[in-house]
Nanobody, 125 residues
Framework: QVQLVESGGGLVQTGESLTLSCAASGRTFSSDVMGWFRQAPGKEREFVAA????????RYADSVKGRFTISRDNAKNTVYLQMNSLKPEDTAVYYC??????????????????WGQGTQVTVSS
């Protein structure tokens, strides 16, 4: 059974940092692309960042480029999203996702097969 479990969300002030973790289990993810998406109330789920597990190649949404960093730890089977210089507009539920057997850094949530339950990030002004 595939499981993606996010953690690390919380309430922070503008300009502060948070690191989200996504613990992956239930299959081998070494051939997958892992993504982070977010969804604010009343809005569609949007792409944040993605990483090719095998080679570490990454892609970011323009809105987070230069502030967020996606990475993975092979030994821990965990993907991270380091978020710096947070803004109120970053407030959302953040989801971890996996797209099996690909090295294409998809940015559309419909292309991802496995999803975590989400973790809330709230940035106050």
């Amino acid at each position: 059974q595939v499981q993606l479990v996010e953690s690390g969300g919380g309430l922070v002030q503008t300009g502060e940092s948070l690191t989200l973790s996504c613990a992956a289990s239930g299959r081998t993810f070494s051939s997958d692309v892992m993504g982070w998406f977010r969804q604010a109330p009343g809005k569609e789920r949007e792409f944040v960042a993605a990483i090719v597990w095998s080679d570490g190649n990454t892609r970011y949404a323009d809105s987070v480029k230069g502030r967020f960093t996606i990475s993975r730890d092979n030994a821990k089977n965990t993907v991270y999203l380091q978020m710096n210089s947070l803004k109120p507009e970053d407030t959302a539920v953040y989801y971890c996702a996996a797209r099996p057997d690909t090295s294409v850094l998809f940015t559309t949530f419909r292309w991802y097969k496995y999803w975590g339950q989400g973790t809330q990030v709230t940035v106050s002004s």
